[in-house]
């Protein structure tokens, strides 16, 4: 999608207080776009499930989104096939709302620090996918 039709459909997404799910799946994000999405998963309580999958989101992007959890009424989140590593998967798992049951970071750069947090630190997941991830070694 280009650059205008993009910060076209986040304006109207922003401005949504109806829309259940959002897919933006295999669209370029930049941190201005993460800001615009994190203000729908604040404001709109009808959004459920999120899907930006392969939307080349690394740890910058993905602080950005993190920040906007507290309050939000998701319970579907994916950001598989990014850039994400360990730093923000802390400040993932740290921020998720009691309402999110499933969140797939499957393809990211997670590692064994981010595996021992998720596994001590969950209270609402239900379902989780993390395949293809260093932290599985070398082959992974």
């Given at each position: 999608?280009?650059?205008?039709?993009?910060a076209n459909?986040?304006?109207?997404?922003?401005?949504?207080?109806?829309l259940?799910?959002?897919i933006?799946?295999?669209?370029?994000l930049?941190n201005?776009?993460?800001?615009c999405?994190?203000?729908?998963?604040?404001?709109?309580?009808?959004l459920?499930?999120?899907?930006?999958?392969q939307?080349?989101i690394?740890?910058e992007e993905?602080?950005h989104?993190?920040?906007?959890?507290?309050g939000?009424?998701?319970?579907?989140?994916?950001?598989?096939l990014?850039?994400?590593?360990?730093?923000d998967?802390?400040s993932?798992?740290?921020?998720?709302?009691?309402t999110?049951k499933?969140l797939?970071?499957t393809g990211n750069q997670?590692?064994?620090?981010s595996?021992?947090?998720?596994?001590?630190?969950?209270r609402?997941?239900k379902i989780?996918?993390m395949?293809?991830?260093p932290?599985f070694?070398?082959?992974?």
């Open positions: 999608m280009n650059e205008g039709a993009l459909l986040l304006d109207g997404l922003c401005n949504n207080k109806a259940k799910k959002f933006g799946a295999v669209n370029k930049n201005q776009h993460m800001e999405i994190g203000h729908s998963i604040q404001n709109d309580t009808a459920k499930e999120l899907d930006l999958n939307c080349d690394d740890d993905a602080a989104l993190t920040k906007c959890f507290s939000s009424r998701l319970e579907n989140l994916c950001l598989s990014n850039s994400i590593g360990d730093h998967c802390g993932l798992l740290s921020s998720i709302p009691p999110l499933k797939a970071i997670i590692t064994e620090s595996l021992q947090t998720i596994l001590t630190s969950n609402t997941l989780f996918w395949n293809v991830n932290v070694g070398e082959d992974y």
